[in-house]
């Protein structure tokens, strides 16, 4: 089974503070994602990598960076935390071939205060 | 650009049948996907479409209308576990990586 693991499951957080995300892969998947998913919004996409040290911007980059240094493990950096970045948090990988279905972590829930 | 719409919300009888409909705008079309999402946990994949027609897998089957721009979601004999949000995304042939776009989602409650 393909398990992807994200480091925490809730997370509170003061204004102004750097956080890091950090999301890690076994199935040695090319493509991994960071989303958000708010109420009414749905899942939208933050930034994504196609491979080691690639990174592209998805729907709603501003806020936010990204690492990915080794092929495993895609990381989330809000590097000033803001209220208005409390949400759930979601991480996912792909394989580069096939049909591409991507398979998602449980979620970081990230309170910002 | 894509746009994709779905329901917000639907409200079935266990036993019953539900559709959910999907209809879709993109540039290229590469693919589209549903997947099920129970409160507080992670998404995970349900069926795959990028050919015209019905795909079945046990109780759910998914539709596709590519000229139509335009899938569903059936869910037959539903169980109380079925209660949940679905969401339909899309890939476009210009997506580098396998990017999807996800619509908002529908939540589904069964009832008893």
């Known amino acids: 089974d393909v398990k992807v693991t994200q480091s925490s499951r809730y997370l509170v957080k003061r204004t102004g503070e750097k956080v890091f995300l950090e999301c890690v892969q076994d199935?040695?998947?090319?493509?991994m994602f960071w989303y958000r998913q708010d109420p009414g919004l749905g899942l939208r996409l933050i930034y994504f990598s196609y491979d080691v040290k690639m990174k592209e911007k998805g729907d709603i980059p501003e806020g936010y960076s990204v690492s990915r240094e080794k092929k495993e493990r895609f990381s989330l950096i809000l590097e000033s935390a803001s209220t208005n970045q409390t949400s759930m948090y979601l991480c996912?990988?792909?394989?580069?071939?096939?049909?591409?279905?991507?398979?998602f972590g449980a979620g970081t829930r990230l309170s910002v205060l | 650009g894509q746009n994709i719409d779905q329901p917000t919300e639907m409200t079935a009888t266990e036993g019953a049948i539900v559709q959910i409909n999907c209809t879709y705008q993109?540039?290229?079309?590469?693919?589209l996907f549903w997947y099920q999402q129970h409160a507080g946990e992670a998404p995970t994949f349900l069926s795959y479409n990028v050919l015209d027609g019905l795909e079945e897998k046990g109780r759910f089957s998914s539709f596709l209308s590519r000229s139509k721009g335009y899938s569903y979601l059936l869910l037959k004999e539903l169980q109380m576990k079925d209660s949940a949000s679905y969401l339909c995304a899309v890939r476009d042939t210009k997506a580098a990586g396998n990017k999807l776009t996800f619509g908002g989602g529908t939540r589904v409650l069964v009832k008893p």
């Open positions: 993109t540039s290229g079309f590469n693919g």
């Open positions: 996912a990988s792909s394989p580069r071939e096939g049909r591409g279905i991507q398979y």
């Open positions: 199935m040695d998947h090319e493509n």
